[in-house]
């Protein structure tokens, strides 16, 4: 395992969670960006298959050990939605506002308010690696109406923790890296990635 990894995203929110985990480990962890690589379509249902895609595509352009990670943030009353959609769940181009907005609307008038936070994480050797690492978690709270905090990205500001009493986007970074559903699924990753370092 070399100690160079590709993150197969263009997310900084996403670049700096992963680069604060794994950058201790030794790994340099640099965006597919810094190749151009060409982005890759996410025409799958499920986390697990878009992830795998975007894992095999970044390795196969960039020759590197590529790490994705998909997620986002599943609504029960909405039957999972936004789900896969949740980064252009408002079309494109993309928005955190619009897509907050339009999450907001789907609730109005909504008495279940319950959602979680998925994240599959994987990665892979090189393109064909028939093992790849795989890592999940889950965060679970509750949409809000009106968004708290300045931390996070994505729908943190209204994504609420009873157990906090804060959102996710007024968390402390550390914390929120700690306990969130791809903090769990870096945790996760980061114990099978350290017999791999060096």
Same mark, same amino acid.
């Given at each position: 395992?070399?100690?160079?990894?590709?993150?197969?995203?263009?997310n900084?929110?996403?670049?700096?969670?992963?680069?604060?985990?794994?950058?201790?480990?030794?790994?340099?962890?640099?965006?597919?960006?810094? !190749?151009?690589?060409?982005?890759?379509?996410?025409?799958?249902?499920?986390?697990?298959?878009?992830?795998?895609?975007?894992?095999?595509?970044?390795?196969?352009?960039?020759?590197?050990?590529?790490?994705?990670?998909?997620?986002? #943030?599943?609504?029960?009353?909405?039957?999972g939605?936004p789900?896969?959609y949740?980064?252009?769940y408002?079309?494109?181009?993309?928005?955190?506002?619009?897509?907050?907005?339009?999450?907001?609307?789907?609730?109005?008038?909504?008495?279940?308010?319950?959602?979680?936070?998925?994240?599959?994480?994987?990665?892979?050797?090189?393109?064909?690696?028939? $093992?790849?690492?795989?890592?999940?978690?889950?965060?679970?709270?509750?949409? #809000?109406?009106?968004?708290?905090?300045?931390?996070?990205?994505?729908?943190?500001?209204?994504? !609420?923790?009873?157990?906090?009493?804060?959102?996710?986007?007024?968390?402390?970074?550390?914390?929120k890296?700690?306990?969130?559903?791809?903090? $769990?699924?870096?945790?996760?990753?980061?114990?099978?990635?350290?017999?791999?370092a060096?």
């Open positions: 395992m070399k100690n160079k990894i590709v993150i197969a995203s263009g900084p929110g996403k670049l700096r969670e992963i680069r604060r985990i794994l950058d201790p480990l030794g790994f340099n962890v640099v965006p597919q960006s810094d !190749f151009a690589v060409p982005e890759c379509p996410e025409p799958h249902v499920t986390f697990i298959e878009n992830c795998l895609a975007k894992a095999r595509h970044a390795s196969l352009h960039t020759g590197l050990p590529a790490l994705a990670d998909d997620s986002g #943030i599943c609504v029960d009353a909405l039957n939605a789900g896969v949740s980064a252009r408002a079309g494109e181009p993309r928005s955190d506002q619009r897509n907050n907005e339009k999450l907001i609307s789907a609730l109005d008038n909504e008495a279940n308010r319950r959602a979680h936070y998925y994240c599959v994480i994987v990665l892979v050797r090189h393109p064909d690696d028939p $093992q790849p690492l795989i890592a999940e978690g889950s965060w679970h709270g509750e949409i #809000i109406d009106t968004p708290r905090g300045e931390n996070g990205f994505g729908y943190d500001p209204y994504f !609420f923790l009873p157990e906090f009493g804060k959102t996710g986007a007024e968390l402390d970074p550390d914390h890296n700690a306990i969130s559903h791809r903090g $769990q699924a870096l945790d996760i990753l980061v114990n099978k990635l350290r017999g791999l060096g």
